[in-house]
């Protein structure tokens, strides 16, 4: 017989880990934005997408230019939206 570990539970982040995540990755990911044009990041759960979906409008904000996020269910790319197009994030 095959024994096989619990798979790891996740626990929700608490509203300052939510707000601590954006302040610190929304610095990043300017950086990153300005540098490369594009920021990529596994972000599986619903969570974690809307985590980063909050920095990239924060990013849009520092920036003051369109910022829109992607998410695949796996992945999620935050990039630079068009200029003169709301900035959406998706």
Known sequence: MTVH???PRRTPLSADEKARGEANFSPLVAE???AKGRF???AETPEMVELFQAVARRV????Q???VSYANGRDIVI???HEGSPGLTH
């Open 5 to 7: 570990p619990p798979a």
């Open 32 to 34: 990153t934005l300005v």
């Open 40 to 42: 990529r990041v596994t």
């Open 60 to 63: 849009g904000d520092m920036l």
């Open 79 to 81: 990039t630079f939206g």
């Open 65 to 67: 230019r369109p910022v």
